[in-house]
Structure formats: structure tokens, C-alpha cells
């Protein structure tokens, strides 16, 4: 008889969650996030791959009500152990390009995202970090320079996120990683920087004497092409926590130094792992999107990592 009532509960217990709906998966919109190289400041009035791709990650960007955009740039760096500032200048100027005629930028109206900046201290605060809101910063071209090209229309709501000037690939990553729950909330994380950015190893004399930036005369160098394909490897053939160790890794290659004499045009390429690069990112694989050589040395790579797509 007890058996039998065993039997009997199992049997109705069973029912009752033959009747119960499967659950639901829920859902959030993951958005990609991307590193660009954004090279000299030619890049933005001469039309080239890298930047069609850029004016497509834009049209991207739009399609799927991109919140707000949240980018690290290569030209804006704080003093101090653990510091980090956020854009909160209501009214940004913008610092002036050469080579560029003004009317590629100067009637561009930025749109600085104050509620955001306080979205992204409060995240960076959380984790650690000192933050704080400079509301004196002007933009430089490594960040309107993409902006202006991804939504030459009309520039969404931005917030800037300073590098700090010991230029520690980990410490950025980490701003990174506390910055991508951002991702789940419709905000596009942008890194601009450079693959292969050494000033002092480009080759001036065309864009100088001919305004050609793209004039390449002969091959680039051994160690730009090395570090370049460094670059690919680490980004393309790692995902999640791998993509973190494999490019913050790329700092100790053999050609890191040639290929980047100074360190801040790397570190947004840091914070782009970081953002990317979490154990729920396994899986998710950068893809070189574009490429444009400058200066015969410098080499403008674009890489994406992750759609506009749901994410489970
Ligand atoms: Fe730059």
C-alpha cells in the first residue's frame, strides 16, 4: 500500500510538471565590442577600409538602439596609483588635427553622456578603482575621429574613460572587465588605440611633402609585419579569459617595443580583452574586420568581437 502511494505521488508529481511550461531562456542583448586602430590623423579625412568599416559598425550600432557609446582612447592618461577619470565635461571642445581640413570636424557636435559617465564611475568605484569626474577634458581626434566616422550624422551619447599613465595592460583589462556589464544595458565599448603605432618608425616624408599618408614605398618592417600578426593571433584565436592573458601577453613579444615605442597606443587594446573577455565571452572570437597600412609602418588593424545579436 505504501508502495503503491509512493507510485501514486511520483505519477501526479510527474503530471504536474508535464503541465508546468518549459522555463523560459532568458535573454539580454550582448553588444560587441570593438578595437580600432585609428592611425594618423589623416585617417579621418581620407576615405580607406578601415574607415568604411568603422561608418558600418556605426550604421550597426544604430540599427540596434545603441544606448550610448563608452571608449578608451590612446591620448588621455591620468597620474596616480589605480586612478582613472571619466569624461564629465558638459560642453567638450575638441583639440585641433593636422592635416585635416577643419570643416572634416570642427561644426561636429559632440554629445557628452554625463549620465552615463556616472553609470561608469560608480561601476569603476566598485571595482577598486579611484575615479574621478574631470569636467575640464576637451576630446582628441582618437576618440571624435571614430565618432565622426561611425555616425558622421550625428554623434550618440558618449562617455570617455581615461587610460592611467603607468600604462599597466592589467589594470586596464580590469577597467574593462568592470565596464561590461554595460554591454548587457545596450552600450557599444570601444577601444581606440593602434596595432602597430610607432611614431618614431614611420616613414613621414609623403604625407608630409604630398599630404599621401598611405604611400608605401617599400615593404614595412620585418618587426612591424611580426607584431602585426602577434596582434591577430592573440585577438582571433583566444576568447574569454584567454583573450585577456594572450594581449595583455603581447606586451612582453620580442617586437612589442619596435612596434609600439610608446605604451598608450596599446592599452585600449587591453581594455578591449577586458570587455570581451569574461568566462561568459568563451566562445566569442575576434574577427579582423578591416586593415589599412600607414606611414609604410603603421598598420591600422580593426577587429570586432561579438554581434548585435541575444545572448543567453
Ligand atoms: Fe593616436
Redesign the pocket.
Known amino acids: 500500500m505504501e508502495k503503491t502511494t509512493q507510485e501514486q505521488l511520483l505519477f501526479q508529481d510527474l503530471a504536474d510538471q508535464a503541465r508546468v511550461a518549459p522555463p523560459t531562456k532568458t535573454t539580454t542583448m550582448l553588444s560587441p565590442v570593438h578595437f580600432f586602430s585609428?592611425?594618423?590623423t589623416m585617417m579621418l579625412g581620407e576615405e580607406s577600409e578601415s574607415a568604411s568599416y568603422w561608418k558600418q559598425c556605426g550604421d550597426d550600432a544604430l540599427a540596434h538602439g545603441v544606448k550610448g557609446i563608452v571608449m578608451m582612447?590612446?591620448?588621455w592618461a591620468c597620474v596616480g596609483q589605480d586612478k582613472i577619470e571619466i569624461s564629465m565635461n558638459p560642453k567638450p571642445g575638441k583639440s585641433p588635427v593636422a592635416y585635416v581640413h577643419p570643416s572634416k570636424y570642427i561644426d561636429y557636435e559632440l554629445v557628452p553622456d554625463l549620465d552615463s559617465g556616472e553609470k561608469c564611475i560608480r561601476l569603476l568605484t566598485d571595482a577598486g578603482f579611484g575615479v574621478n569626474a574631470n569636467d575640464k577634458f576637451d576630446w582628441?581626434?582618437?576618440t571624435y575621429l571614430i565618432l565622426i566616422r561611425m555616425f558622421p550624422e550625428r554623434c550618440p551619447p558618449t562617455t570617455i574613460i581615461s587610460m592611467n599613465a603607468n600604462f599597466d595592460p592589467h589594470l586596464h583589462m580590469q577597467v574593462g572587465a568592470a565596464l561590461r556589464p554595460l554591454r548587457e544595458q545596450g552600450y557599444l565599448i570601444i577601444g581606440?588605440?593602434?596595432a602597430v603605432?610607432n611614431l618614431y618608425r614611420n616613414v613621414w616624408g609623403p604625407m608630409l611633402r604630398y599630404s599621401d599618408n598611405f604611400a608605401q614605398e617599400c615593404a614595412p618592417g620585418d618587426w612591424a609585419m611580426d607584431f602585426r600578426q602577434a596582434v591577430e593571433d592573440a585577438f582571433c584565436n583566444n576568447s574569454g579569459p584567454h583573450l585577456r592573458r594572450a594581449v595583455t601577453r603581447l606586451m612582453k613579444h620580442p617586437t612589442y617595443r619596435d612596434a609600439h615605442a610608446t605604451d598608450?597606443?596599446f592599452m585600449a587594446a587591453t581594455f578591449v580583452a577586458g570587455a570581451a573577455g569574461s568566462e561568459d565571452d568563451s566562445g566569442i572570437y575576434a574577427e579582423l574586420k578591416a586593415e589599412t597600412w600607414e606611414l609604410t609602418n603603421m598598420c591600422n588593424s580593426q577587429f570586432s568581437i561579438g554581434r548585435w545579436v541575444s545572448a543567453t
Open positions: 585609428h592611425g594618423s582612447g590612446a591620448h582628441i581626434h582618437d581606440s588605440g593602434g603605432h598608450d597606443h
